[in-house]
């Protein structure tokens, strides 16, 4: 399973991934609206997760490595969680590769790609408030903010609100 775009491929994760899906979790500008730095066995069982091919009546994350097309780089990850009614929808990629349009471009076409060829016509995101570019990305991905939850997640101490963004299809 391979979706592309002008400037990226995006293929199911797999085991050659571990290094940059660690990486992802390592750094403080990734991290800095999802969650607080996790211990290396839970984002291993994370990883794990993510391993299994997927089909649309799989239950586990579907995780795409997205590969720049230019340098062959793995820059990030992007994918969901299907439960059968709705995609949560998630990404993370690499500080160097920010502000680029790469978040966007990936998750426009999976979104795309789940609507088309798995049917999937109800999406959803969680974004801490705060996270001003996730929120960008969201909207011009078709999402819209339909509900807040107050004071739901702890980063560093603090506590934040949650953010839900929905699309229907």
């Given at each position: 399973?391979?979706?592309?775009?002008?400037?990226?491929?995006m293929r199911?994760?797999?085991?050659?991934?571990w290094s940059v899906f660690l990486q992802l979790h390592r750094e403080p500008d990734v991290l800095e609206y999802c969650f607080?730095?996790?211990?290396?066995?839970?984002?291993r069982q994370r990883f794990e997760q993510r391993l299994p091919i997927w089909?649309?009546?799989?239950?586990?994350?579907?995780?795409?490595a997205v590969i720049n097309n230019e340098t062959q780089e793995?820059?990030?990850?992007t994918g969901f969680t299907y439960d059968g009614i709705t995609a949560e929808l998630?990404?993370?990629?690499?500080?160097?590769?920010?502000?680029?349009?790469y978040a966007t471009e990936s998750l426009r076409t999976v979104i795309e790609w789940a609507w088309q060829e798995c049917g999937i016509k109800q999406f959803k995101a969680v974004v801490t408030r705060g996270n001003?570019?996730?929120e960008n990305v969201l909207s011009k991905c078709g999402l819209t903010?339909?509900?807040?939850?107050?004071?739901?997640?702890?980063?560093?101490?603090?506590?934040?609100d949650d953010l839900i963004y929905t699309l229907k299809v």
């Amino acid at each position: 399973m391979q979706l592309f775009t002008e400037r990226l491929k995006m293929r199911q994760l797999s085991d050659a991934d571990w290094s940059v899906f660690l990486q992802l979790h390592r750094e403080p500008d990734v991290l800095e609206y999802c969650f607080d730095m996790p211990k290396e066995v839970f984002v291993r069982q994370r990883f794990e997760q993510r391993l299994p091919i997927w089909d649309p009546d799989s239950r586990h994350p579907l995780c795409f490595a997205v590969i720049n097309n230019e340098t062959q780089e793995v820059i990030g990850v992007t994918g969901f969680t299907y439960d059968g009614i709705t995609a949560e929808l998630g990404y993370l990629f690499l500080p160097k590769h920010f502000s680029k349009g790469y978040a966007t471009e990936s998750l426009r076409t999976v979104i795309e790609w789940a609507w088309q060829e798995c049917g999937i016509k109800q999406f959803k995101a969680v974004v801490t408030r705060g996270n001003t570019s996730s929120e960008n990305v969201l909207s011009k991905c078709g999402l819209t903010q339909t509900d807040t939850i107050p004071q739901s997640h702890l980063i560093a101490g603090t506590r934040y609100d949650d953010l839900i963004y929905t699309l229907k299809v």
